[in-house]
């Protein structure tokens, strides 16, 4: 069967599925540290949140992550990956794998996933700014989902 989504007002909800997410944002926020105090705390019982927790989400939360994986090529010296680790990091990235390859000829490949919804600059901005670091040689996006 084919999941189909609607867009529908908080207030014609029932209120167990408004509650619902009540506990997803006190777990998300750190403000309580298991379910069981999440669900007390709301007015809910744990059968009701585990019945509608996959779901209902905020609007905005719905977002997909968006993952890129960039390929570069590295001059061997010490911090060069550290540097290029910083500046994505800076531009609001998250870096979720590396792979780096022995340096041959004072030259490492290293390709990096990142997650990138929440850059601050456009992803061509950070391409470019990666390859104009010191160190850098080539700046590749491989792939993008």
């Known amino acids: 069967m084919k999941e189909r989504y609607f867009l ?11 509650k619902t997410l009540q506990v997803k944002q006190l777990l998300a926020g750190g403000e309580v540290k298991t379910v069981h105090e999440a669900v007390e705390q ?17 609007l905005n939360h719905l977002e997909r992550d968006r993952i890129v994986t960039i390929s570069f090529d590295l001059e061997h010296r010490s911090g060069r990956l550290s540097e290029v680790l910083a500046l994505i990091a800076g531009f609001g990235g998250n870096v979720l794998t590396i792979n780096q390859s022995i340096p041959l000829q004072g030259r490492a ?8 919804s929440h850059l601050t600059e456009e992803l061509d901005e950070l391409t470019v700014t990666l390859q104009a670091t010191p160190g850098v040689r080539r700046v590749h996006v491989i792939g993008q989902g």
């Open 8 to 18: 529908v007002r908080e207030d014609i909800l029932p209120e167990a599925v408004v």
């Open 42 to 58: 709301v007015g809910i019982s744990r059968s009701a949140f585990y019945k509608y927790k996959d779901g209902i989400h905020v």
């Open 109 to 116: 490949n290293v390709v990096i996933s990142v997650e990138i």
